[in-house]
């Protein structure tokens, strides 16, 4: 585990929590004190009876905001990949809890990830609770605590990490942006489709479908699953 650089003399609690993204004060613990925590604390988290998830972001434990419609449509998302690769061996899919080590001291839990087999090596899944992984495929749910600049953050780790795509849904407009870097990307809406492209050939999702499925919009064949 890496050990977190303690704050500069000059630096304020402003400075920080603008350099993380913004994040409401509400999702930050006290302790471990801010910009000193590590890795080590994630997984401490992750054991505890309460198993909270935390990202670490430049020494600073950030609270993962997951209400429960937004865990619902990642859960309907997983399923319909965990399908796909079960069809299409490239590699795994991870949930809401998949946290992932981008770089030393810098941890990010997609609500929906895929790391191919290429990534992992010789197939051999990590065994650590926090292993050092880039995702091929990010997927990020908007909660309302979700700031712009943190979403910007998580851009810029991300694609810095490795990472080829990036799917950033906002469940109010229903509609999703879909990055190839950080700035650039298109926006499907309701009735358009999410495509993998190359990173999952053939993988595509109905937004409509999606959101029928979590229950936004009265079946049309009376499946509701």
Known sequence: MSAALAPAADETLEDLLRQIGSVPLSRIPKVPAPGTATEQDVVAALEAVDKRLYELV???????????????LA???????????DEHNLGIALGEAGALQLTPGL?????????????????????????????????????????????????????GA??????????????????????????????GTLDAEDVLPGFRVSMRDWFERAG???STDGDSE
């Open 58 to 72: 430049d020494g600073v434990l950030v609270e993962k905001p997951m209400g429960y419609y937004e865990s619902w």
């Open 75 to 85: 859960m309907i998302l997983a399923k319909s990949l965990g399908n796909y690769l």
């Open 107 to 159: 941890v990010r839990i997609p609500d929906v990830s895929f790391i191919s087999w290429e990534r992992l090596g010789g197939r051999r899944l990590p065994r650590k609770k926090v292993p050092a992984l880039a995702p091929d495929l990010a997927v990020e749910i908007l909660s309302e605590s979700n700031t712009r600049a943190e979403i910007s953050r998580k851009l810029d780790d991300y694609f």
């Open 162 to 191: 490795g990472t080829r795509l990036v799917w950033v849904v906002d469940p109010v407009p229903r509609s999703a942006a879909v990055h190839k870097s950080p700035t650039e990307f298109v926006i499907v809406t309701v009735d």
């Open 216 to 218: 936004e919009f009265e």
